[in-house]
């Protein structure tokens, strides 16, 4: 698929009716979007026949990139029901198969066990949305993490747990003002095996809360593909 042809394919979904600002729910547009997925599989080869998850998915937009792309299978993850179901709609409108699990990314992982340890329940856990097959590898993340804005460091969170969780690669965008503490602490306190921005994006920001001013602002962002450790073979 062409890169124009997914961007306008993108541009058709529906987005957040009523976004939750304590969520820090912004759209990623079609632009960014297709960008981030094409790069990610013509460069990299991170999604045709892989498994990806979608963290923070809110309305599908990376993992229904990924399905277009020819993911094998696209897991979606976010804490926002409301969310989930505008993301199974567009699904459905673009006629792909895509599971979704209400859960709160942070939680994934057990406390004080090993990193790779996933807990058990969302291996066969169901929602409402959909089931996750017993035992499924991850082999790639996509997502757009909140910018920590409103919690500080819920970006980081989201990429800890994204290295603990992808076989193989995990990308993800975070402001371009915080490119040396995210390459610091994905290398030194993630454990990744390489931490690299691909490109700098400028993310248009849409007024959807009352304290936004203007009617778009536009954020510099950076593109970053994580390595994880080589030794990982995780189950979601």
Not at 145 to 159: E, N, S
């Amino acid at each position: 698929m062409k890169l124009k042809q997914l961007e306008s394919l993108l541009g058709t979904l529906q987005q957040f009716s009523n976004p939750k600002l304590e969520l820090e729910q912004y759209p990623t547009g079609p632009h960014i979007a297709s960008r981030m997925l094409y790069t990610a599989e013509n460069s990299f080869g991170d999604v045709s026949d892989k498994v990806v998850a979608d963290f923070g998915c809110g309305c599908g937009t990376l993992g229904l990139a990924a399905g277009l792309l020819g993911a094998e299978h696209v897991i979606g993850l976010d804490v926002d029901s409301e969310s989930l179901e505008i993301a199974s709609i567009n699904a459905d409108d673009l006629e792909l198969e895509m599971d979704f699990v209400q859960c709160d990314i942070r939680n994934l992982v057990q406390r004080g066990k090993a990193t790779t340890s996933i807990y058990k329940v969302l291996v066969s856990m169901p929602s409402e949305l959909g089931t996750l097959h017993v035992g499924q590898i991850v082999d790639t993340v996509v997502m757009n993490p909140p910018f920590g804005t409103r919690k500080k460091g819920a970006d980081l969170d989201f990429l800890s747990m994204a290295l603990k969780v992808a076989s193989q690669a995990v990308y993800s965008l975070h402001k371009t003002t915080t490119r040396d503490h995210v390459k610091r602490t994905a290398l030194r306190d993630y454990n990744a095996s390489s931490a690299e921005v691909l490109c700098e994006l400028r993310y248009d920001l849409p007024q959807l809360y009352k304290f936004h001013k203007k009617k778009e602002v536009n954020i510099a962002v950076d593109l970053w593909r994580f390595v994880p450790q080589k030794n990982q073979r995780n189950t979601l």
